[in-house]
């Protein structure tokens, strides 16, 4: 399962890799703003599951969501961000994300959200 | 010559309460250590010396920042529970953690503001003796934090706007 992080910590990055090393033949993509993110889509896709962070420096997530989207309906896209008020999370549903973490998160957590939004879209 | 003080403006609990939920919350879930939260208090100076800091800029119906400060041997022993990695203090990782530690801090203190703000991407400081400067007229809060590998404080320096 090839995964697409993209948040500009590195630190984040390795917490989230960790934290999802366990799904079945996970491959990890990292990217560390919406700018690197659109490339890797681009020239490393297709991605199974992307986790997308808000604010990052040259392009945010929601930004990011929005662009991905004008071309790709499909692949699975967390956010997971410290933004937690109730309109940050409808702007990113309505941008295209299929689920929402808040961070800080438990590993057991974000793992739960992964794998809820993983079979909601196998199933779709 | 005389030194006037600066009027203190009244402390406002909405704005402080928050940053002590989100620092027990921060450090809980993601760094394993309890969090002793001690009475928060006017900074009047520059006080107690830090090592490292990582500022984040608010801005919005509220402006100001907030500053998560540590001595260096808290700040190496915390980013290691954080990281889960031995980082050294000049690698880019270890001002990386510092940063991502003071956004979720940040973040989490902001949904419980009351009003609608943004925050910045951390800007890390790193320095014996180092003074970050502050808002003029508003008040700066610092809320000392204690935990088993070391103590770390956050300074909150912010007003809402009109």
């Known amino acids: ?124 | 010559m005389t030194q006037v003080a600066e009027p203190q403006q009244a402390l406002n609990p909405k704005l402080i309460v928050p940053f002590v939920n989100s620092v027990r919350n921060v450090f809980t879930t993601m760094v394993g250590v309890v969090t002793t939260v001690e009475r928060p208090t006017y900074k009047s100076g520059p006080a107690v010396s830090y090592d490292v800091s990582a500022i984040i800029g608010f801005s919005g119906q509220v402006i100001g920042s907030v500053v998560v400060s540590f001595q260096m041997d808290a700040a190496l022993k915390l980013v290691k529970a954080f990281a889960g990695v031995d980082l050294t203090a000049d690698s880019p990782d270890f001002a990386d953690a510092i940063g991502e530690l003071a956004n979720m801090i940040a973040g989490n203190a902001k949904k419980d503001l009351g009003a609608t703000a943004s925050i910045t991407c951390p800007s890390v400081v790193l320095g014996a003796n180092h003074v970050i400067a502050r808002l003029r007229g508003v008040p700066c809060v610092i809320i000392p934090c204690k935990t088993p590998v070391g103590d770390f404080a956050v300074e909150v320096n912010m007003k809402q706007t009109d």
């Open chain 1, 1 to 124: 399962m090839k995964i697409l992080l993209v948040d500009d910590s590195k630190t984040m990055r390795n917490i989230q890799k960790r934290t999802l090393a366990a799904l079945p033949e996970a491959e990890f993509v990292e990217a560390g703003d919406g700018v690197e993110g659109l490339a890797a889509m681009n020239s490393s896709g297709p991605f199974q599951l992307v986790l997308v962070d808000w604010n990052m420096p040259n392009m945010d997530g929601i930004t990011f969501v929005t662009k991905v989207r004008e071309t790709n309906k499909t692949t699975p896209m967390i956010m997971c961000t410290t933004e937690a008020e109730k309109t940050r999370v409808i702007d990113a549903l309505k941008a295209g994300v299929n689920n929402y973490v808040v961070k800080p998160f438990t590993p057991e957590a974000l793992t739960e959200k992964v794998q809820q939004t993983l079979q909601k879209a196998k199933a779709a």
